[in-house]
């Protein structure tokens, strides 16, 4: 197969298992000028399969740059009432929306000021809570996050290549790990996420109480809340319509109850938080929050986002990742959320996802306070496992089970 080939039938995948689009049903596509001949690959999918609208947008990094360099941070809170238009009517048409990741070039944001990157994430963020609230905690979005190449981006990855080879290099590494390059790539997804699925469902039967991470540099306990409940895989819309919020994904995911956070954790592989790569972050958490934490570069960005707001210094996710998943495997660092988070288990600073709560499509703000459940303009995965890292968990009948030993699964 050629890459066109290849790229065909990954933005089939996006379409009908990904988005799994529905006969008259809006679509949304946003991603970097650099990906719009994939994009389009995406649409014409997208309306073959009975999509009633697609829009593409095309949002040029230079031109945030541009922005941010030269505005005031008062002009950095303005947002056009037309991208709040769109979002919420994205959940009111119960539409479809994909974001295409892969950074045309890496380094754009990372020398700017991290107060005022910061401003215009939240002001944008803020403008289109509705849609984050309601289309993305309660599903009723069929969302997607996939990711596809860029020479600049495979050249970070594969710095001994030439640029023509580490591109089809990164291409190849993102088929192999969609499942895509498999002439049974459909059936390859639904034992995965029947494996997922499986592995949440055993997690929740055992009514945890606390996650118990250690490992070099990491002592950490998170607890989880009575009604906390652990996901995989799929996702089901309130009508019924299954679709994939990450294409890869390899995760088991849940809400913990932020307030019982307690104790030190490394990160085991740098991230990137508007623009600027984390490197060798270290924390400390006491009673829910952030109490210190250093970083080997980074720490400025670090410390501006995580004083977004109250709830940015307190956990919104925690998950579980073997060092089966394909993207571990593959040994690379991607520096992209998408992959990496797929790599190992990890937490997320920020707001929680009220689907990882019993009754949580009902969850409102009072009530999420009183069992743990953070609310936050942010939300970044930070992962924390490796070889070396050990996860024991208890339940709230008082018994102690080991569920993953050197980074391993271990039958529990």
């Known amino acids: 197969m050629t890459l066109f080939d290849k790229q065909k039938a990954y933005a089939e995948l996006l379409a009908t298992h990904g988005l799994n689009v529905q006969p008259g049903q809006i679509v949304n596509i946003s991603t970097e000028p650099f990906h719009k001949d994939f994009a389009l690959l995406v649409a014409e999918a997208a309306y073959k399969?009975?999509?009633?609208?697609?829009?593409?947008?095309?949002?040029d990094m230079r031109l945030v740059k541009l922005r941010i360099e030269n505005s005031n941070e008062e002009s950095l809170k303005y947002v056009p009432s037309f991208i709040a238009s769109k979002y919420s009517e994205l959940v009111d048409e119960v539409g479809a929306n994909l974001k295409i990741v892969g950074p045309e070039d890496p380094d754009l944001l990372s020398d700017l000021d991290p107060k005022k990157i910061n401003i215009q994430r939240m002001y944008q963020r803020q403008a289109i809570q509705y849609f984050y609230d309601e289309g993305i905690g309660k599903s009723k979005?069929?969302?997607?996050?996939?990711?596809a190449a860029t020479p600049a981006w495979a050249k970070k990855i594969f710095p001994k290549k030439s640029a023509e080879d580490a591109y089809a290099a990164l291409w190849d590494n993102i088929f192999s790990m969609c499942r895509v390059d498999r002439a049974d790539c459909l059936q390859a997804w639904k034992a995965h996420n029947t494996l997922l699925a499986n592995r949440a469902k055993k997690l929740n039967e055992l009514k945890l109480k606390e996650l118990h991470f250690t490992g070099p540099g990491t002592d950490l306990r998170v607890g989880l809340h009575e009604r906390s409940k652990f996901k995989g895989g799929t996702d089901i819309s309130p009508r019924g319509v299954p679709f994939e919020p990450n294409i890869p994904t390899e995760?088991?995911?849940?809400?913990?109850?932020?307030?019982?956070?307690?104790?030190?954790v490394r990160a085991t592989r740098?991230?990137?938080?508007n623009g600027k790569l984390i490197q060798g972050l270290t924390m400390e958490f006491k009673d829910g929050n952030i109490v210190d934490f250093k970083a080997e570069s980074g720490a400025e960005t670090f410390s501006e986002y995580i004083s977004s707001d109250e709830g940015a210094r307190r956990l919104g996710e925690v998950a579980l990742v073997g060092i089966d998943s394909p993207i571990y495997q593959t040994g690379l660092i991607f520096e992209e959320i998408l992959f990496?988070?797929?790599?190992?288990?990890?937490?997320?600073?920020g707001s929680a996802y009220k689907f990882c709560i019993?009754?949580?499509?009902?969850?409102?703000s009072s009530e999420a306070k009183n069992i743990g459940c953070n609310e936050s303009s942010v939300h970044t995965d930070m992962m924390i496992s490796s070889e070396e890292v050990d996860v024991v968990a208890k339940t709230y009948s008082g018994k102690t089970i080991e569920l993953i030993k050197n980074g391993a699964w271990k039958e529990f």
């Open 49 to 59: 399969h009975g999509a009633k609208f697609v829009n593409v947008d095309l949002t």
């Open 141 to 147: 979005v069929h969302w997607t996050v996939a990711a």
């Open 251 to 264: 995760e088991v995911f849940t809400t913990p109850d932020y307030r019982e956070t307690n104790g030190k």
């Open 270 to 273: 740098p991230f990137l938080i």
């Open 340 to 349: 990496d988070e797929n790599a190992a288990c990890h937490i997320a600073v």
């Open 358 to 364: 019993e009754g949580g499509d009902t969850l409102d």
